[in-house]
């Protein structure tokens, strides 16, 4: 028994090639080729040798008596794995026993048929949303685990529509019986009588102390009054020549009443200016619809207020696939209610009432309305009596004195004064 020792060979490299110094590699779409002699074969290169993106472009055609085979670099028949890998071949000298290794790119080769068009590439779908386009990447290489949340995403997704659908027939189901008038009526009257229960402070009814009905750590935690040191410091020292341009600018009538009235004592001086601060925060959101993420930081405001901001006087919805930070006639009516809080601490328990419906921009009734639901006391302004200057002050007050006041709900509405 004899043993055929395989002859050893050794590799070449052939160094650096050009582009067109490329081994090519053909594949046929359709089967192989049982006779690849009788195929002519030529290799056709983009005339533009300035355009980065088209002087790489190469496009291979074979030739034979029955059918003719064109390959492409580039487009929709391309193989995109040329992009993704780099391929080598080896040429064997056998003279030598010496194989040359060249670089490679792949074709595949489809028929052309005389007289069929190619279908075009069809243009991306500029509609889709972001949203779509990543189900798009989940569906195609996302894990189990992520095909599994969103299959279950879009069963919700349908039933949340099935309940739209059937909650808008039953709203037109209503409105066909009662009328879009009455509704309308119905609609308004419910915001006069305010339901503000669940947008006011937390309070405490049965408290021994005015301090503790509306608790000072429920408006300000220590941890939040702790991060509003630097901004406060900022508020703490603006000149009078700046609190006369934040008079003259309005919206911060409040704020600019608590600064100019601040004690002298540091301790006291600190935390009344760090309210202050937060103060303009509230009256600037109320002035606003929606707010940004980048809400307050020209002020200064600390992220950890920018976050509690957001979290407890916005109303997230949905616009375009994005999420959006709305502030709804509910939320201001929370934010006049913590602001009025936050002044009847400042202000030994009495706070301005006029001043403050003109920062939030509501209606002197719709700040009435907040004070009465708190249980405050109001305090109309005297008539016939004024200040030493002369002027008559016609703000109305509201302080808090316990037993809180119970004010009966007017559910009718006030008709007007006939002229005669």
Do not use: W
């Amino acid at each position: 028994m004899t043993t055929t020792m395989a002859a050893s060979c050794s590799l070449v490299c052939c160094g650096e090639e050009r582009d067109s110094d490329k081994a090519v590699i053909v594949r046929f779409s359709n089967g192989s080729v049982k006779n690849a002699d009788t195929l002519h074969f030529t290799m056709y290169k983009n005339a533009d040798e300035n355009n980065p993106r088209k002087k790489s472009r190469r496009m291979l055609v074979a030739e034979s008596d029955r059918l003719s085979y064109v390959g492409t670099n580039f487009g929709a028949g391309s193989l995109k794995c040329n992009n993704l890998c780099q391929y080598y071949v080896g040429v064997l000298n056998r003279q030598t026993m010496q194989m040359e290794v060249h670089n490679a790119q792949l074709f595949n080769m489809q028929p052309d048929i005389p007289g069929e068009t190619t279908e075009t590439a069809k243009p991306q779908d500029t509609t889709q949303t972001y949203r779509d386009k990543v189900d798009s990447l989940i569906e195609a290489f996302g894990t189990n685990k992520q095909k599994r949340a969103l299959s279950s995403r879009r069963l919700n997704q349908v039933g949340s529509d099935t309940l739209h659908q059937a909650v808008a027939k039953a709203a037109n189901t209503v409105i066909d019986q009662k009328g879009l008038e009455a509704l309308q009526q119905e609609v308004a009257e419910t915001e006069s009588q305010g339901d503000l229960a669940i947008h006011l402070p937390p309070c405490n009814a049965d408290a021994d102390r005015p301090e503790n009905v509306y608790l000072y750590d429920d408006l300000l935690s220590p941890v939040e009054l702790n991060a509003l040191e630097q901004a406060g410091s900022k508020m703490a020292a603006l000149t009078t020549e700046e609190l006369q341009k934040m008079r003259d600018d309005g919206g911060c009538l409040c704020v600019v009443k608590i600064l100019e009235n601040m004690p002298t004592v540091d301790e006291t001086r600190d935390k009344i200016s760090r309210n202050a601060f937060y103060l303009s925060l509230l009256l600037k959101m109320a002035r606003q619809k929606s707010i940004t993420r980048k809400f307050g930081q020209e002020e200064g405001c600390p992220r950890i207020i920018q976050s509690k901001l957001l979290r407890t006087f916005t109303v997230e919805t949905f616009n375009n696939g994005r999420v959006q930070n709305m502030v709804s006639s509910s939320m201001r009516a929370k934010l006049a209610g913590y602001s009025l809080a936050l002044l009847l601490h400042v202000g030994h328990m009495t706070a301005d009432l006029t001043l403050l419906h003109r920062d939030l921009g509501i209606s002197e009734a719709r700040m009435t309305e907040v004070a009465k639901s708190m249980g405050l006391t109001l305090i109309k302004p005297a008539r016939g009596k004024s200040n030493e200057d002369g002027l008559r002050d016609e703000h109305r007050h509201a302080s808090l004195v316990l037993p809180l006041v119970k004010y009966d709900q007017f559910m009718e509405r006030r008709k007007r004064k006939k002229m005669h």
